[in-house]
C-alpha cells in the first residue's frame, strides 16, 4: 500500500524577523534543501532565505494551496506571530525535520521487513537482499 501524498505549507527566514517567503511543495524536505544550496533561482536566493521556521502538512493539494494563498496575504506581523506560535526562537527545523524523516523511514523499513521475514522464503530472500537503485531493497518489494 502506497503512503497518501502529504502536501505542505512551510514559511522560510533569512534569520529572526528577517524577510519571509511562504511556499506550498510535496517534498518538503527535497524543497527547503534546494532552498539552502540556491538552486531555486529568484526570490529565495537573491534575499538568502532559506531557514525553515514553519511547516504545516495537508492530505489535499486543494487545501494546501488554498493555505499557501492565504498566508500570503497575510500581514507580516500575523506571519510572525503564526512562527512564534510554533517556533519562538526562530530555529532552523531542516535538521528536525531529517530526523524526524530518518525516524520514520527505519519504522517503516522494521515493518515491512518483520512482515516479510515471516516466511522462511521472506527469510532466504532477506539474506539474499535486492538491490535497486545501488540501495538494498526489502524482499516484498517496497521503496522504503
Known amino acids: 500500500m502506497k503512503d497518501q501524498p502529504v502536501y505542505s505549507v512551510y514559511i522560510l527566514a533569512s534569520k529572526a524577523y528577517g524577510t519571509l517567503y511562504v511556499g506550498v511543495t510535496n517534498d518538503l524536505i527535497r524543497r527547503v534543501g534546494d532552498h539552502k544550496v540556491g538552486a531555486i533561482l529568484g ?14 502538512y495537508h492530505f489535499d493539494i486543494a487545501a494546501a494551496i488554498s493555505r499557501e494563498k492565504q498566508l500570503k496575504r497575510w500581514r507580516r506581523e500575523w506571519k510572525i506571530s503564526l512562527i512564534e506560535e510554533e517556533n519562538p526562537g526562530w530555529v532552523d527545523l531542516y535538521t528536525n525535520l531529517i530526523a524526524e524523516n530518518k525516524k520514520r523511514t527505519r519504522w517503516k523499513r522494521e515493518l515491512c521487513l518483520n512482515s516479510t521475514a515471516r516466511s522462511e522464503s521472506g527469510a532466504r530472500r532477506l539474506r539474499r537482499g535486492r538491490v535497486l537503485r545501488g540501495r538494498l531493497r526489502p524482499p516484498c518489494g517496497c521503496a522504503v
Open 43 to 56: 526570490f529565495t536566493k537573491r534575499y538568502g532565505v532559506n531557514r525553515l521556521v514553519y511547516y504545516e
